[in-house]
């Protein structure tokens, strides 16, 4: 009997958490950058463009822990897809609402 | 404008509505009793490549035209918090599409065309599609709202 994650669940369960990773990668260099300019500095330094740095640090988050999160996946064959992709849902709209609760208080009630 | 940022733009315009369409139809597809899976692969599929290419063309025009061009406009024009807000929330969570329709693209790759998901994956799953969609339908009303400020 294979005691294998196949290969097809163990790439959403990595997916999933890689996609948080970058989420909240994105959440929080954003916020981060504006309250703490040197940071925002070094990005633009570093990749041109501060939203640039953002996008190409997701992107490698990403693919990193998608990698990563696929082979070690695959040694648990108990992990379900569902548990990661409902911490998604939660992490994507916590993200949504920081970035946009950080603005909305910066711009209109600051 | 050049020819080729007018393009660019255009592009992220019309890949980005693509792709809030596409995340829209998998989402209602997906919660019918009978759904084709066929279909939500394919809709899957639209919707991420769709993000990501709206997100190239999107990022190229915002990098070298919009900062330069488009932004002083606005920030000197009546409605300086349609960049201050939108524009600012807009570019950081379109970020998120990306990888969201890519794990949801992934997840239909994962399901078995003769047995139905398991019932907390499913619901999972369509949050998920719900969620990117949300996201997705902010992101085009930013757009629109910038549009119109900087006129």
């Known amino acids: 009997m294979d005691q294998r994650n196949t290969w097809t669940n163990s790439l959403v369960i990595a997916s999933a958490f890689a996609a948080m990773a970058s989420v909240i990668w994105v959440a929080a260099s954003t916020i981060v950058g504006e309250l703490h300019a040197p940071f925002k500095n070094f990005l633009k330094a570093t990749f041109t463009h501060h939203w640039i740095g953002k996008g190409v640090i997701a992107v490698a988050c990403f693919l990193f822990f998608t990698l990563v999160g696929t082979l070690l996946a695959r040694k648990y064959p108990s992990w379900r897809s569902s548990v990661p992709l409902w911490i998604l849902v939660f992490i994507s709209v916590v993200g949504f609402f920081a970035i946009g609760g950080f603005y909305f208080y910066e711009d209109f009630l600051k | ?151």
Request: no cysteine.
């Open chain 2, 1 to 151: 404008m050049t020819t080729l940022f007018l393009a660019m733009l255009i592009a992220h315009i019309l890949l980005g509505v693509v792709g809030v369409g596409a995340s829209y139809t998998t989402w209602m597809g997906f919660l019918k009793t009978k759904y084709s899976l066929r279909m939500l692969r394919a809709t899957s599929l639209i919707a991420a490549v769709s993000y990501v290419l709206s997100w190239l063309s999107g990022g190229y025009y915002y990098a070298l035209y919009y900062g330069t061009n488009v932004k002083p406009t606005i920030l000197a024009g009546a409605y300086p918090w349609a960049h201050k807000f939108f524009i600012e929330v807009k570019e950081h969570v379109f970020i998120f599409l990306p990888f969201l329709a890519i794990v949801a693209l992934l997840a239909f790759w994962s399901l078995d065309d003769r047995e139905a998901p398991e019932g907390s994956f499913r619901k999972a799953l369509l949050w998920l599609l719900g969620v990117t969609t949300a996201i997705g339908v902010f992101v085009t009303l930013s757009g629109v709202v910038v549009s119109g400020a900087v006129r």
